[in-house]
T-cell receptor
Framework: AQTVTQSQPEMSVQEAETVTLSCTYD???????LFWYKQPPSRQMILVIR??????QNATENRFSVNFQKAAKSFSLKISDSQLGDAAMYFC?????????FGAGTILRVKS | NAGVTQTPKFQVLKTGQSMTLQCAQD?????MYWYRQDPGMGLRLIYY???????DKGEVPNGYNVSRLNKREFSLRLESAAPSQTSVYFC???????????FGSGTQLSVL
């Protein structure tokens, strides 16, 4: 069975600093996709970044980047130059059979 | 461009009452999904529909039924609501989930 684990229920970061959110997963597939979704207080779900498992290069989207370690089944999200608008719940997700399984989420608080 | 539209946004039920959550998408997607979000548990898949006329159980289908009325609409029914079904419910759709999953704005359901 596919599972996603986010071991940090809550994280805090000072504005302009860098924070890393952790995610581990389990799957028997060799080819799959991983995602980070952001959920601000509005409850809207926003795709932050996507990683294809067969690509060795880590995905980057502006201030957001991932550290993908396939052998360790680890997929962490790094947010650089944190902004107040980054405060949200962040979900790690794993694709299987055209569905997504989500982790429990990490609440990110940004201090000014 | 509405995307995924869910109704209602809020609902309070008494134990044993029934209700249907409505979802419609205007992006001509084949796949539609119902998730529930609970604190500390992330989003869990209730049911999904890979195409018009097909539905399949997800991780937590007990107590729910679904109908894929046509390509646009995918409804979720609670036949006899229980307090354990108090949650935020999200409908989502995609053509190919590895590209992006499009979410509705959610329904906050409380069962007393």
């Amino acid at each position: 069975a596919q599972t996603v684990t986010q071991s940090q229920p809550e994280m805090s970061v000072q504005e302009a600093e860098t924070v890393t959110l952790s995610c581990t997963y389990d799957t028997s597939e060799s080819d799959y996709y991983l995602f980070w979704y952001k959920q601000p207080p509005s409850r809207q779900m926003i795709l932050v970044i996507r990683q294809e498992a067969y690509k060795q290069q880590n995905a980057t989207e502006n201030r957001f980047s991932v550290n993908f370690q396939k052998a360790a089944k680890s997929f962490s999200l790094k947010i650089s130059d944190s902004q107040l608008g980054d405060a949200a719940m962040y979900f790690c997700a794993l694709e299987y059979g055209n569905k997504l399984v989500f982790g429990a989420g990490t609440i990110l608080r940004v201090k000014s | 461009n509405a995307g995924v539209t869910q109704t209602p946004k809020f609902q309070v039920l008494k134990t044993g009452q029934s209700m249907t959550l409505q979802c419609a998408q205007d992006m001509n997607h084949n796949s539609m999904y119902w998730y529930r979000q609970d604190p500390g548990m992330g989003l869990r898949l209730i049911y999904y529909s890979a195409s018009e006329g097909t539905t399949d159980k997800g991780e937590v289908p007990n107590g729910y039924n679904v109908s894929r009325l046509n390509k646009r609409e995918f409804s979720l029914r609670l036949e006899s609501a229980a307090p354990s079904q108090t949650s935020v419910y999200f409908c989502a759709s995609s053509e190919v989930v590895i590209e992006k999953l499009f979410f509705g704005s959610g329904t906050q359901l409380s069962v007393l």
